[in-house]
């Protein structure tokens, strides 16, 4: 894949650059600030970018305001953010357009290459990629919400693989369960969610977002 780096801490934004190159991707741009990230990407649209959360000149919310300008005006550029910490807002901001091509991890991720490098792959093809400790996060917060609460606890577990970004095989096969009863489980916690059956809109995706938001 082509891939941009915008990453402001130079250490990791060339070892980002050297891992990808060593994978055989092809690099683009390395950029230290979002409005480098915006020019590379108008210049030369890559596959996929990988952005920090926290950019210059505030060190806030520079990155994510980039990438969700990247997602609106550029739909089929994959957008991978990484960041320092968990940040529920930002991860429901990136879903709110769509659940395609999209990604979020915490930078220790990137220490496990694998799962770094499988992260990549699946936003760059197309899927979503929710990093697994913001979802357990995510679960312990929203223990005590509605209508989560309603949930059973293999429903919860249903949705906690949903919102990672899992198809309905893989949830099959992590749970161990038959695809059969994945579909049963979904429809029922979309009901239970109070998920709208309407045209134009993914029921996956509002559960993701009711989860992320709840």
Known sequence: MRVIVAEDSTLLREGLVRLLAEEGHQVSAAVGDAEALLAAVDADPPDVVVVDIRMPPTHTDEGVRAAVRIRASRPEIGVLVLSQ?????????????????????????????????????????????????????????????????????????????L?????????????????????????????????PRTAGYSRRVLAVLRYLGA
């Not at 091509?101 to 990629?129: I, M, N, P």
Request: hydrophobic residues 45%; glycine residues 6%; aromatic residues 4%.
């Open 85 to 161: 910490h968990i940040e529920r807002g930002y991860a429901a901001q990136l879903l709110a357009p769509g659940a395609e091509r999209v990604g979020y991890l915490l930078k220790d991720r990137v220490a496990e290459v694998e799962e770094f490098l499988d992260a990549l792959a699946r936003v760059g093809s197309g899927g979503t990629v929710i990093d697994p400790e913001v979802v357990r996060r995510l679960v312990v917060r929203t223990e005590h919400a509605d209508p989560l609460a309603r949930l059973t606890p293999r429903e919860r577990d249903v949705l906690e693989a």
């Open 163 to 195: 919102a990672e970004g899992h198809t309905n095989t893989a949830i099959a096969a992590r749970l161990h369960l038959s695809l059969s009863a994945v579909e049963k489980h979904l429809n029922s916690l979309f009901d239970k969610l109070d998920l």
